[in-house]
């Protein structure tokens, strides 16, 4: 009797000791899960914040500084325009840019600086081909702050802010505003400059992009005898493969494929061209294309060029609108001025990264009968 006795006491501690030790995990375990849930709501907090900040920043912030409620929202409304007229709504520009932005649809940017202490967004095109040559390169459009929930005009000299603030740290944002309206007058011009770079051997040779199609107000004759030495960016570039095809090339895919162009002989230099012009320029050698790192300009050096074409494009008035694309055919002046060939340009509305200047049109197809 007494050892069952015993046995039962024990047995009855150990219960006691199991519901202790069952509180005790209880409450072990709510307090872990209290722990997760406020660790939890400051991480989502501190992810908010960050994620304010991130927005901010894409939306315009230029300097790693947090933009204004006010200013965030005036900037998520201009980013998602793509009518010029809607655009001109709100930045109420001058008639001529108005006039340039219809002609050429060229590219427009807008950043936002508060390096004065309060936020101003200025506004750039990005350039436009006339005279086989991109004018308008970072041109300053408009220079605001933002009053009552309106963007205000700060009436700033727009040539001096350009000199101020184009090669500085700010980061540009591109607006994508809509190219469906054709213009004859802009489709020749992307027709003019791009017409003989079969003369070259096309595009992807030396002489197709740095002879034919480039700025010849750029091509430096007086630096070595009987060299013609022409320096270009990436970034014009890429907008030339953008320009002279039908794909589409974003920056990194273009510096990819110029080491193979033909005839010419690439190498790469850890050095910036820019404040070295004069060393390079009289060094450099024929059929050369040197890239430098520091900078992503090109410099290529050829002898002279020359050749000639039978064939011309039609006048204006004999060119075919056709939806997107401008249908142009060709005259063989070989062949008594007859109609042998045509060059079929589109709206450009490609969407590509390292570019600055998106042209009118491109060049869809050229065929020579």
Same mark, same amino acid.
């Given at each position: 009797?007494?050892?069952?006795? /015993?046995?039962?006491?024990?047995?009855e501690? @150990?219960? !006691?000791?199991?519901?202790g $030790?069952k509180?005790?995990?209880?409450?072990?375990?709510?307090?872990?899960?209290?722990?997760?849930?406020?660790?939890?709501? %400051?991480?989502?907090?501190?992810?908010?914040?960050?994620?304010?900040?991130?927005?901010?920043?894409?939306?315009?912030?230029? !300097?790693?500084?947090?933009? !204004?409620k006010?200013t965030? /929202?005036? &900037?998520?409304?201009?980013?998602?325009?793509?009518d010029?007229?809607?655009?001109n709504?709100?930045?109420?520009?001058?008639?001529?840019?108005?006039?340039?932005?219809?002609?050429?649809?060229?590219?427009?940017?807008?950043?936002?600086?508060?390096?004065?202490?309060?936020?101003?967004?200025?506004?750039?095109?990005?350039g436009? &081909?006339?005279?086989?040559?991109?004018n308008?390169?970072?041109?300053?459009?408009?220079?605001?702050? %933002?009053d009552?929930?309106?963007l205000?005009?700060?009436? !700033?000299?727009?040539?001096?802010?350009?000199?101020?603030?184009?090669?500085?740290?700010?980061t540009?944002?591109?607006?994508?505003?809509?190219?469906?309206?054709?213009?004859?007058?802009?489709?020749?011009?992307?027709?003019?400059?791009f017409?003989?770079?079969?003369?070259?051997?096309?595009?992807d040779s /030396?002489?197709? %992009?740095?002879?034919?199609?480039?700025?010849?107000?750029?091509?430096?004759?007086?630096?070595?005898?009987?060299l013609?030495?022409?320096?270009?960016?990436?970034t014009?570039?890429?907008? $030339?493969?953008?320009?002279?095809?039908?794909d589409?090339?974003?920056?990194?895919?273009?510096?990819?494929?110029?080491?193979?162009?033909?005839?010419?002989?690439?190498r790469?230099?850890?050095?910036?061209?820019?404040?070295?012009?004069?060393?390079?320029?009289?060094?450099?050698?024929?059929?050369?294309?040197?890239?430098f790192?520091?900078?992503?300009?090109?410099?290529?050096?050829f002898?002279?060029?020359?050749?000639?074409s039978?064939?011309?494009?039609?006048?204006?008035?004999?060119?075919?609108?056709?939806?997107? @694309?401008?249908?142009?055919?060709?005259i *063989?002046?070989?062949?008594?001025?007859? /109609?042998?060939?045509?060059?079929?340009?589109?709206?450009? *509305?490609?969407?590509?990264?390292?570019?600055?200047?998106?042209?009118k049109?491109? &060049?869809?197809?050229?065929?020579? *009968?």
């Open positions: 009797m007494f050892q069952l006795l /015993i046995k039962k006491i024990i047995k501690k @150990r219960k !006691d000791t199991n519901k $030790m509180y005790l995990l209880g409450f072990v375990v709510i307090f872990i899960a209290a722990v997760i849930c406020v660790f939890g709501i %400051i991480k989502y907090e501190e992810m908010q914040e960050n994620s304010t900040s991130n927005n901010s920043e894409n939306l315009g912030s230029a !300097d790693g500084k947090k933009l !204004d006010e965030t /929202i005036i &900037i998520e409304k201009i980013s998602s325009l793509n010029i007229d809607a655009l709504l709100e930045l109420h520009l001058s008639q001529s840019v108005v006039d340039i932005l219809k002609k050429y649809t060229p590219t427009v940017y807008y950043t936002v600086d508060n390096s004065e202490g309060f936020d101003k967004i200025y506004f750039r095109l990005g436009y &081909i006339v005279d086989r040559k991109v308008g390169i970072n041109e300053i459009i408009g220079s605001y702050k %933002i009552d929930g309106k205000t005009s700060i009436g !700033d000299d727009l040539g001096k802010v350009g000199s101020k603030i184009n090669d500085g740290d700010l540009w944002k591109q607006l994508n505003l809509n190219n469906k309206v054709h213009d004859k007058d802009a489709a020749k011009a992307v027709a003019d400059k017409f003989a770079v079969g003369l070259g051997g096309g595009i /030396i002489l197709g %992009i740095f002879a034919y199609s480039s700025d010849f107000s750029k091509h430096i004759t007086d630096a070595q005898l009987g013609t030495v022409v320096p270009m960016s990436l014009e570039i890429t907008d $030339m493969y953008n320009v002279a095809t039908p589409t090339y974003n920056a990194d895919q273009v510096y990819k494929k110029v080491p193979a162009l033909k005839q010419a002989k690439y790469e230099i850890d050095d910036s061209y820019k404040g070295n012009e004069s060393k390079y320029n009289k060094s450099i050698g024929n059929a050369e294309v040197l890239y790192k520091k900078d992503k300009m090109y410099l290529a050096a002898g002279g060029i020359g050749g000639a039978g064939m011309t494009l039609t006048t204006p008035d004999k060119w075919i609108e056709e939806e997107d @694309r401008i249908i142009i055919p060709l *063989n002046n070989f062949e008594g001025g007859k /109609i042998k060939g045509k060059m079929v340009l589109q709206l450009n *509305n490609k969407q590509y990264e390292g570019g600055q200047s998106r042209s049109y491109y &060049i869809e197809s050229r065929t020579d *009968n």
